[in-house]
Structures are given as C-alpha cells and as structure tokens.
C-alpha cells in the first residue's frame, strides 16, 4: 500500500494529471500484486458503466453551454439588476443574484464563471466598478452554483458515498441562500466604502417587462428542481430535460442557431471527457483501497486520536481546504470520498450534511492558487492577470471559510429542507 500511495504522490508533485496519476499508480499495484492489469480496464468501464446517476453529467454540462450561448444568461442578469440594481452596489447584488438564479439550471462553477461571468463583468466595467471588486465578486458568486441545485460535484459525491442525490439537491437550497446574503452584506458595505453607484428603483412597469422577457428562462430551476421533487423524473432525467428546455429557448429567443450546437457539444464533450476519465481511474485505485480496507484503517485510526466530532470537523475542514488548493474538485471527491466516509458514519455525521461541506471546501478551492479553475476562467474573460484576481477574491474567501464554519457546526441549516421533504 506504501508503493500505491507513493507513486501517486510522487506523480502528482511531478504534475502528471491527477486521472493519469492515479491509473499508473493503479496499474504498478496490480502488477508488483500478480493481479492481471486487465483488472483495471473491467473496473474503469464498471466505474462509468455502472451508474445511471452520472450520465447527469454531461447533460448537466451540456445545458449550460447551451444557456450561455442562446441568450438565457444575459436575460437572467438584466433581470437580476432590475430587481436589486437600487441597492448600493448594485451591479454587485445583481452579479450574486444572477449567480443564485443560474446555479438553478447549469450546477457547475466554471459555467458560471465562464458564461455569466463574462456579461457581468462588461457590465461592471461599463458602469465604472473597480476590476478588482468586479472580478472578486463574479468569482465568489460562482461558487453557489454547485451548491444551490442541481449540481455536478453533488451528483459525483452522491454516487461515491452511496448517497442519495435528491437528498444532497434539496439540502444545498438554504445553504446557497445564505451565501448569497452573506456576500450581499459585504459588496454592500465594501460598496459603501469605494462610494459606487446604485440604479434608479425601477418602476412597476419596468419590473413586470423585465419578468416578461426573462419568464421563461426563470422557469428552468423550477422545472428541473420541481420535476425532481414531485417525482416526475429523477435528476438524470432532469439534467436531460434541462437540456430541451434550454434548446427550446435558445431557438425562442433566436440567439442560437444549428450551426451552435456543434460548438456547444465540443465544449461538452471535452469537459465531459476529463470528468469521466477521472472518475474512471479513480474507481480503479478506489476498490484497491476498499480491497485492502484502508479507508476502515485509516477510520479506527483517526477515531482514536479525534473522538470528538466537533474538533474532528475541524480538521477535515482544514484538510479540504488545502486540498481544494491543489486538486481539481472532482478528483478530490473520487480520491478522498471513499477516504473519509468511514470516519464521517463513526462520527456520526450525517452523510448528506457532510457532502454539502465537502463540496463547498472544494468550491473555495476554486478561488485559490495553484488549481484555481475559476480564477483562470476568469482572467480568460477579463485578460487580467490571474495573480491579481487571487489577490483580489481574498476577502471573500474569508467571508466564504466563516459561512462554510456556520454550515459545519449548525447541520439543521444543512439537514433542514431534506428532513422536511424526504422524511
């Protein structure tokens, strides 16, 4: 076990990419093992082929492309200013609840970002908001969207840990709120300090002719959350629902046209194709852990020196959070999900409580360096420097750690909307 952990180690210091790390790291353990590396070709294909849940995924994935390029984002933005544009900072309140809405329908980060992220911040900066304060709070905003459902990571982590995935949607609801309202607080009062501009109160008028042209599009989150709850399909068949329906749309709205489509699903494809392959391989050094019951191993080991929950959550926290900083979220979530389940029911945490923890500690990982996907995505859209877009989402990755504690040691917040519904 020495051998496998250290060759993953050693690979991953020497930047081979984590899905490749871990096959070789893999495929050496089964060799030195007597175990036919064919092994790990049936335990990559059952790692994908045997889970309906992740076919979420691409279409998930797919859905979001196609909203960000058939005119659904720029929609939801106008919208969102509209409604909170008064409030001082206004285009910042916008930014977050564009982000609240469209965390409704895409379920990643980097969609967010990417999409959303680029309407926003051309708006900011037309408006005359500093880059700094504009990049700082399209960046933190994305992070809601894999909390609020549906979600990428949460569908990832339901089908690792065994838990259900409409338990994990419904919990991330009151979370994502609050962080949305936690960073309304601050641009609000950090808007006060800079002195920047807040809209006219729109009128009655204005308001109901914003809603009619964003309608539509405000429907998605109820569609596919509201499918999802009553019954109607499970939240596989949502992700492929919230595909037509924002195909349908973006032909409405007569912002996309066949000749997109290609583009949308290479873009698909290639965000799909790292996704799955991670998850492949990680199924394969997965049931090499299982086999020789490390993660029990490592459960006792950890329960006899940490008994007590409270400062055991603690230091998950404090692990994840250092991990975020240096893997990509779903790597994280294949690798060390089967790690720390074990030590999570010996704890007594509930599963679901603990998935949206885990899932925001790897968001937070999003806004810092070295990975730091978003913060790349950013600079792509704003050509500023990604060492300046770090420096500049600091203050909202300790607003982001103190909503993260709340979630952690208050669960009812977490626990809550799932008890209700489901129980």
Same mark, same amino acid.
């Given at each position: 076990?020495?051998?496998?952990?250290?060759?993953?180690?050693?690979?991953?210091?020497?930047?081979?990419?984590?899905? *490749? $790390? !871990?096959?070789?790291?893999?495929?050496?353990? +089964? /060799?030195?093992?007597? @175990? =036919? #590396?064919?092994?790990?070709? %049936?335990?990559?294909?059952?790692?994908?082929?045997?889970?309906?849940?992740?076919?979420?995924?691409?279409?998930?994935?797919?859905?979001?492309?196609?909203?960000?390029?058939?005119?659904?984002?720029?929609?939801?933005?106008?919208?969102?200013?509209?409604?909170?544009?008064?409030?001082?900072?206004?285009?910042?309140?916008?930014?977050?609840?564009?982000?609240?809405?469209?965390?409704?329908?895409?379920?990643?980060?980097?969609?967010?970002?990417?999409?959303?992220?680029?309407?926003?911040?051309?708006?900011?900066?037309?408006?005359?908001?500093?880059?700094? *304060? $504009? !990049?700082?709070?399209?960046?933190?905003?994305? +992070? /809601?969207?894999?909390? @609020? =459902? #549906?979600?990428?990571?949460? %569908?990832?982590?339901?089908?690792?840990?065994?838990?259900?995935?409409?338990?994990?949607?419904?919990?991330?609801?009151?979370?994502?709120?609050?962080?949305?309202?936690?960073?309304?607080?601050?641009?609000?009062?950090?808007?006060?300090?800079?002195?920047?501009?807040?809209?006219?109160?729109?009128?009655?008028?204005?308001?109901?002719?914003?809603?009619?042209?964003?309608?539509?599009?405000?429907?998605?989150?109820?569609?596919?959350?509201?499918?999802?709850?009553?019954?109607?399909?499970?939240?596989?068949?949502?992700?492929?629902?919230?595909?037509?329906?924002?195909?349908?749309?973006?032909?409405?709205?007569?912002?996309?046209?066949?000749?997109? @489509? =290609?583009?949308?699903?290479?873009?698909?494809?290639?965000?799909?194709?790292?996704?799955?392959?991670?998850?492949?391989?990680?199924?394969?050094?997965?049931?090499?852990?299982?086999?020789?019951?490390?993660?029990?191993?490592?459960?006792?080991?950890?329960?006899?020196?940490?008994?007590?929950?409270?400062?055991?959550?603690?230091?998950?926290?404090?692990?994840?959070?250092?991990?975020?900083?240096?893997?990509?979220?779903?790597?994280?979530?294949?690798?060390?999900?089967?790690?720390?389940?074990?030590?999570?029911?010996?704890?007594?945490?509930?599963?679901?409580?603990?998935?949206?923890?885990?899932?925001?500690?790897?968001?937070?990982?999003?806004?810092?360096?070295?990975?730091?996907?978003?913060?790349?995505?950013?600079?792509?859209?704003?050509?500023?420097?990604?060492?300046?877009?770090?420096?500049?989402?600091?203050?909202?990755?300790?607003?982001?750690?103190?909503?993260?504690?709340?979630?952690?040691?208050?669960?009812?917040?977490?626990?809550?909307?799932?008890?209700?519904?489901?129980?």
């Amino acid at each position: 076990m020495i051998l496998l952990l250290g060759t993953l180690f050693i690979l991953l210091i020497l930047r081979v990419p984590v899905s *490749f $790390s !871990l096959l070789m790291s893999s495929v050496i353990y +089964l /060799i030195t093992h007597d @175990i =036919p #590396p064919v092994a790990a070709i %049936v335990r990559m294909a059952m790692g994908i082929g045997d889970s309906f849940p992740l076919l979420a995924v691409p279409f998930f994935i797919l859905a979001g492309s196609i909203m960000n390029s058939g005119g659904i984002t720029r929609r939801l933005f106008t919208f969102a200013d509209t409604v909170v544009g008064h409030i001082t900072g206004g285009l910042g309140h916008a930014n977050i609840l564009a982000s609240i809405i469209f965390s409704g329908m895409s379920g990643t980060a980097i969609a967010d970002a990417g999409g959303l992220g680029a309407v926003e911040l051309k708006a900011m900066r037309e408006a005359g908001y500093d880059e700094d *304060f $504009s !990049l700082a709070v399209t960046g933190a905003s994305s +992070l /809601i969207g894999p909390i @609020i =459902p #549906p979600s990428v990571p949460a %569908v990832v982590f339901g089908v690792i840990a065994g838990v259900s995935i409409g338990r994990l949607f419904v919990a991330g609801f009151i979370p994502g709120l609050i962080m949305g309202l936690v960073m309304s607080i601050f641009v609000y009062f950090q808007s006060k300090h800079r002195g920047y501009p807040k809209s006219q109160r729109a009128t009655f008028r204005k308001l109901m002719q914003a809603l009619k042209e964003s309608f539509f599009a405000l429907l998605t989150p109820v569609v596919i959350i509201g499918g999802i709850l009553v019954g109607v399909f499970t939240p596989t068949e949502a992700a492929i629902i919230a595909v037509v329906y924002s195909l349908i749309l973006g032909f409405a709205y007569r912002e996309i046209t066949w000749k997109d @489509i =290609p583009r949308c699903l290479k873009e698909t494809a290639d965000n799909t194709v790292s996704v799955m392959l991670i998850v492949a391989c990680a199924s394969i050094f997965g049931w090499i852990l299982a086999s020789a019951q490390i993660p029990q191993k490592l459960s006792l080991l950890f329960l006899a020196y940490v008994p007590n929950k409270y400062l055991a959550l603690l230091l998950i926290n404090i692990f994840l959070l250092i991990a975020g900083t240096f893997m990509e979220t779903i790597s994280a979530l294949t690798i060390l999900t089967p790690v720390l389940m074990p030590v999570v029911n010996g704890l007594g945490i509930d599963p679901v409580h603990f998935g949206i923890i885990m899932i925001l500690n790897l968001m937070i990982g999003l806004l810092t360096p070295p990975v730091g996907m978003v913060l790349y995505v950013l600079a792509g859209v704003s050509h500023v420097a990604f060492e300046d877009i770090a420096r500049a989402v600091v203050p909202y990755l300790i607003v982001l750690i103190i909503t993260l504690l709340i979630f952690t040691y208050c669960p009812q917040i977490v626990l809550f909307l799932p008890n209700l519904v489901f129980d």
